[in-house]
């Protein structure tokens, strides 16, 4: 009997996700990093076998929202909730249980569908008693279907949770084939792995601040062989644009060519990326840019 179904990954901003579904994927579909909020879309790893077709939906981290971005990217997530058919609710077993937590299991509580509690960075607990205690507050706020501690940077008991994922689904047709890896098309990948070099090298409110737009991938005139691809970073402030250029350009050169390498990687060709940076005052509190940079449900 073959299995299949949609699972969603939900949690707190840097709980590590993306990180998860990275590793269960075997290759990066979502971009990583250090700073909060990174992941801002609903990015969708494929994982198939003989015996199942597992569409992990990883989400934007819910937290409390500072502007309309904030709000789109936290409605991103709830949204996910009643549209599949398990829940990965993981948290940090490094942080304290709070009201964050509180936040997203009163979420849960609307929802009929099995949810697992993903008890992520469990390698970094060294008093187990501790972190029984975590658990055991977890279990009082909600009826959890199954509990795992995990590492989803060293892939610690991921392969006893995907065993118990797919017990949980039911019979279902393979719904992409089987070597698609994600749902996204390539431009939107492309920009958010130069997103992800940015977020690497800048610091402080320049990386919540910061959006890639595609303008155009096509190739060369001349070489064939060769994929062009011009991109524009968003910042919201002059001083901004300053920090991402840097001084004569060594900053937006260094983002170019670290995002060129994965760029490569991933299409398996030969590329030029032409970067430019771009300000657009207040973009994460207008309507229309986040229409354009596609972060609306309308």
């Known amino acids: 009997m073959f299995k299949s179904g949609f699972v969603t990954v939900i949690g707190r901003p840097n709980a590590g996700k993306s ?20 992941t801002r879309n609903n990015i969708s790893g494929i994982h198939t076998t003989e015996s199942s077709q597992i569409i992990f939906i990883d989400t934007p981290g ?11 990217m936290t409605k991103e997530a709830i949204n996910t909730l009643k549209r599949v058919d398990l829940i ?5 077993s490094t942080k304290e249980f709070g009201s964050g937590d509180e936040f997203v299991i009163n979420e849960l ?22 972190l029984k205690l975590k658990v055991d507050k977890y279990k009082r706020a909600f009826n959890f279907k199954g509990i795992f501690s995990i590492s ?3 892939g610690d008991h991921l392969d006893k949770l995907l065993v118990d994922i797919e017990n ?45 737009l595609i303008e155009y991938v096509k190739y060369d005139d001349v070489n064939t062989d060769l994929l ?16 991402i250029i840097g001084k004569g350009g060594q900053m937006i050169k260094k983002i170019g060519t670290d995002a060129r390498k994965d760029i490569l990687y991933l299409l398996g060709q030969k590329v030029y990326l032409d970067l430019h940076c771009k300000v657009e005052k207040d973009w ?15």
């Open 168 to 212: 949980e689904l039911e019979e279902g047709p393979k719904y992409y084939p089987d070597d698609m890896k994600t749902d996204h098309p390539e431009k939107f990948i492309i920009s958010e792995m130069i997103r992800e070099k940015v977020l690497h090298h800048t610091k402080e409110e320049v990386p919540h601040s910061v959006m890639v």
């Open 19 to 38: 990180t998860f579904v990275n590793k269960v994927m075997g290759q990066k579909v979502a971009i990583t990093s250090d700073k909060p909020q990174t």
């Open 228 to 243: 062009n691809i011009h991109a524009s970073i968003i910042v919201e402030r002059p001083s901004q644009k300053g920090i």
């Open 284 to 298: 994460r509190n207008k309507e229309i840019q986040l229409r354009n940079f596609g972060y609306s449900d309308q």
């Open 109 to 130: 509580k609307n929802v009929r569908v099995p949810v697992f509690l993903l008890l992520n960075k469990a390698d970094e607990i060294e008093d187990v008693g501790k």
């Open 62 to 72: 819910i937290h409390k929202p500072h502007h309309k971005l904030g709000e789109f």
């Open 88 to 92: 990965l609710f993981m948290v940090d």
């Open 152 to 154: 989803a940077l060293r």
